[in-house]
């Protein structure tokens, strides 16, 4: 990091001579620590490649993504922080680290909801990192089916928004996917007004997915009540819309923004300012447990008085905390559910091993989506 002197283009210097000399000092002292960074993280590329090594000598198809032991990592890193950089900011920089050297190995194809630059690609990239093949997908199903055929090594699929509930849809694929949940990302959702437009009164159009057109009705209603509201299936499929056709604009987030090279005409439009939504990585193989896991599963109940109760009395004797229970039609028969539930810990937990035995016993179907690392950031 450097330090600007002066924020004037060609304006001369008036510092001191001593603080001039205290300054070069303290550069030299970056440049010196620049290089011992590049130097240990050429080193931990270097380990990286022996892992490789070491995994294909013994299997050829191994994996190399181990999403427990990278959770662990940036759990660790956050924890010894000391600053003054933020902890945040310091796991996503070890991430980037992390997906270079993980790349040395072999580069990995992250399937998500597409096209280019929507919040899944987002969500994705902010989870594995930068060094890596991200491919749209068009549709949810779609990303499913390209993780299932091996072609590509994992998934990213929204399953939930903290106001606009869950995705339906994807819950529903779980039912016959052979996939495991392998990991989660929490995304914080910043939805900006883009255009080629100058000016919000010429905008006579608003194009976004039918999300996030409820996510910013107050200020739709506040600031262009007069404008067209049109639902498309992406947000970055409005920014392609906006990018062409006049008097029109998008809502979407920065990445559709440097993608299509959209004005942003307003900035944080949605009308919750902590909305987030919660996307699944999805895989073909378990994660081992990371020491802070989440075990989701669905279940259906038999048809008895009292079933849901019967089922979740297990959970409450093992002491285990539900984080989430959502219920959706079988498809086996009119007004026949099943329950998708979240609940804390590893299912190689001996409690909650033991919990999940018992449960099974009163279900009249279990099926465990996976054990995976709570989100980290």
């Not at 198809?61 to 950089?85: H, S, T, V």
């Not at 009308?271 to 699944?280: A, G, K, M, V, Y």
């Not at 285990?320 to 959706?328: D, F, N, P, Q, V």
Request: hydrophobic letters at 40%; a negative charge.
């Amino acid at each position: 990091m450097r330090c600007v002197v002066s924020a004037v283009p060609n304006k001369p210097e008036t510092i001191s001579m001593e603080d001039q000399e205290k300054l070069q000092k303290i550069r030299e002292r970056i440049d010196s620590l620049d290089v011992q960074i590049q130097d240990l993280i050429n080193q931990r590329a270097a380990a990286a490649k022996e892992v490789a090594e070491t995994k294909l000598v013994e299997d050829k198809d191994a994996f190399f993504y181990r999403p427990e032991r990278e959770a662990a990592i940036l759990k660790k890193i956050q924890k010894r922080n000391l600053g003054p950089m933020g902890d945040e900011e310091m796991a996503r920089l070890f991430r980037e680290v992390m997906s270079a050297c993980l790349a040395l190995e072999r580069q990995m194809k992250i399937a998500f909801l597409g096209p280019e630059g929507t919040f899944t690609q987002a969500a994705a990239l902010k989870h594995f990192g930068h060094s890596i093949k991200t491919v749209p997908m068009g549709s949810i199903s779609d990303v499913f089916r390209e993780v299932e055929s091996g072609d590509a090594n994992y998934g990213v699929v929204p399953v939930e928004n903290s106001t606009e509930g869950v995705i339906n849809h994807t819950l529903d694929l779980f039912m016959h996917s052979p996939l495991f949940i392998c990991g989660e990302v929490s995304l914080r959702i910043h939805h900006h007004l883009l255009s080629m437009e100058s000016e919000l009164g010429s905008v006579k159009r608003v194009y976004s997915h039918q999300q996030s057109l409820a996510q910013c009705r107050l200020w739709l209603d506040r600031n262009l009540p007069l404008a067209e509201q049109i639902t498309v299936g992406s947000n970055a499929e409005a920014a392609r819309v906006a990018k062409v056709e006049q008097g029109s604009a998008a809502i979407a987030g920065e990445m559709a923004a440097e993608l299509y090279k959209l004005k942003g005409l307003a900035r944080n439009i949605e009308d919750e300012p902590d909305n987030t939504t919660r996307f699944l990585v999805i895989g073909r193989q378990r994660a081992l447990p990371s020491g802070e896991d989440k075990t989701t599963f669905l279940c259906a109940t038999r048809n008895v008085a009292g079933g849901l109760s019967s089922l979740l009395l297990p959970l409450g004797r093992h002491g285990i905390s539900m984080s989430r229970i959502e219920s959706r039609p079988s498809r086996q028969g009119n007004w026949d559910y099943v329950f998708f539930i979240d609940i804390d810990g590893h299912q190689d937990d001996q409690h909650i091993a033991e919990a999940l035995e018992a449960l099974r016993q009163e279900a009249r179907m279990l099926k465990l989506l996976g054990s995976y690392p709570k989100a980290v950031l």
